[in-house]
């Protein structure tokens, strides 16, 4: 298979079984570091819902993405538009907090209804000064189009996806493959968006971890730092003191055993 990032050859690494039923290949980009799994013939039955009942964790991201974005808010002045759109937004979560928060921010998602920002649904032929694409990236069927989606409606993207490590872990050693829901299938490295960004001819931060970004305004190189000591001070208040222990986690791993029967 040609790469679905720079169309170099790739290399077939390793399969897996998806949603408990499909040996999948993945292959792997020698030249920009992506990943990316054979055509993914199984989505229509992993997409049977938008997003996995097993998700126990959405709300919490949610808020979370959204005191980031406040932040990172007050590095992005110098635009004309002042709207934003939450590319691949889900139900609409997002959007809606944000709105509450005061600023113009709009869904777009082809996958599921927009159920708690109604009205306030995005359009591709329109401008934004920020786009948002959380836990997206790993969706694309076609990266460079959906990419290039992004970039014709905005000059900055901030965006999360967990970052290969340089070498390409075993399918069954890395959770990210997401094997039980089937929805991820396009993996990358640092190398892989440096790629991006260059092609695009845009500057390239990160966290290094799961939260990037590329704009064509040069951000703070110490955006990601400054970020990490605010979540610590937001994240301080007397309610930490009371509540128990996030049932998260466990949740999650209680609905992956009914899916699985056990």
């Not at 509540?243 to 791993?253: G, H, I, V």
């Given at each position: 298979?040609?790469?679905?990032?720079?169309?170099?050859a790739?290399?077939?690494?390793?399969?897996?079984?998806?949603?408990?039923?499909?040996?999948?290949?993945?292959?792997?980009?020698?030249?920009?570091?992506?990943?990316?799994?054979?055509?993914?013939?199984?989505?229509?039955?992993?997409?049977?819902?938008?997003?996995?009942?097993?998700?126990?964790?959405?709300?919490?991201?949610?808020?979370?993405?959204?005191?980031?974005?406040?932040?990172?808010?007050?590095?992005?002045?110098?635009?004309?538009?002042?709207?934003?759109?939450?590319?691949?937004?889900?139900?609409?979560?997002?959007?809606?907090?944000?709105?509450?928060?005061?600023?113009?921010?709009?869904?777009?998602?082809?996958?599921a209804?927009?159920?708690?920002?109604?009205?306030?649904?995005?359009?591709?032929?329109k401008?934004?000064?920020?786009?948002?694409?959380?836990?997206?990236?790993?969706?694309?069927?076609?990266?460079?189009?959906?990419?290039?989606?992004?970039?014709?409606?905005?000059?900055?993207?901030?965006?999360?996806?967990?970052?290969?490590?340089?070498?390409?872990?075993?399918?069954?050693?890395?959770?990210?493959?997401?094997?039980?829901?089937?929805?991820?299938?396009?993996?990358?490295?640092?190398?892989?968006?440096?790629?991006?960004?260059?092609k695009?001819?845009?500057?390239?931060?990160?966290?290094?971890?799961?939260?990037?970004?590329?704009?064509?305004r040069?951000?703070?190189?110490?955006?990601?730092?400054?970020?990490?000591?605010?979540?610590?001070?937001?994240?301080?208040?007397?309610?930490?003191?009371?509540?128990?222990?996030?049932?998260t986690?466990?949740?999650?791993?209680?609905?992956?055993?009914?899916?699985?029967?056990?």
């Amino acid at each position: 298979m040609k790469c679905k990032i720079c169309e170099n050859a790739t290399r077939k690494f390793d399969s897996e079984i998806i949603l408990g039923k499909y040996n999948v290949y993945y292959y792997h980009c020698s030249e920009c570091g992506f990943v990316q799994t054979e055509e993914p013939y199984w989505l229509e039955e992993a997409y049977s819902t938008a997003i996995t009942s097993f998700d126990t964790g959405i709300m919490m991201r949610n808020f979370q993405n959204a005191a980031s974005l406040v932040f990172l808010m007050h590095f992005i002045k110098d635009s004309n538009q002042d709207s934003y759109l939450d590319f691949g937004g889900g139900y609409g979560v997002l959007t809606r907090i944000m709105r509450d928060y005061g600023f113009d921010f709009y869904n777009y998602d082809k996958y599921a209804q927009n159920l708690f920002s109604c009205g306030f649904d995005g359009d591709l032929t329109k401008k934004y000064k920020l786009v948002t694409a959380f836990e997206n990236f790993e969706h694309f069927v076609d990266p460079h189009k959906e990419i290039e989606n992004i970039f014709s409606v905005t000059d900055t993207l901030y965006f999360s996806t967990l970052l290969l490590p340089v070498t390409p872990p075993p399918i069954n050693t890395w959770w990210y493959y997401a094997l039980d829901g089937g929805q991820h299938i396009s993996f990358y490295s640092r190398k892989t968006l440096e790629f991006i960004a260059n092609k695009h001819n845009m500057y390239f931060l990160s966290n290094n971890i799961d939260t990037h970004i590329i704009s064509k305004r040069k951000i703070n190189k110490y955006f990601f730092k400054f970020l990490k000591v605010y979540k610590k001070v937001n994240s301080i208040s007397i309610t930490k003191f009371f509540r128990k222990k996030p049932k998260t986690r466990k949740d999650m791993d209680i609905l992956l055993q009914k899916l699985k029967g056990l």
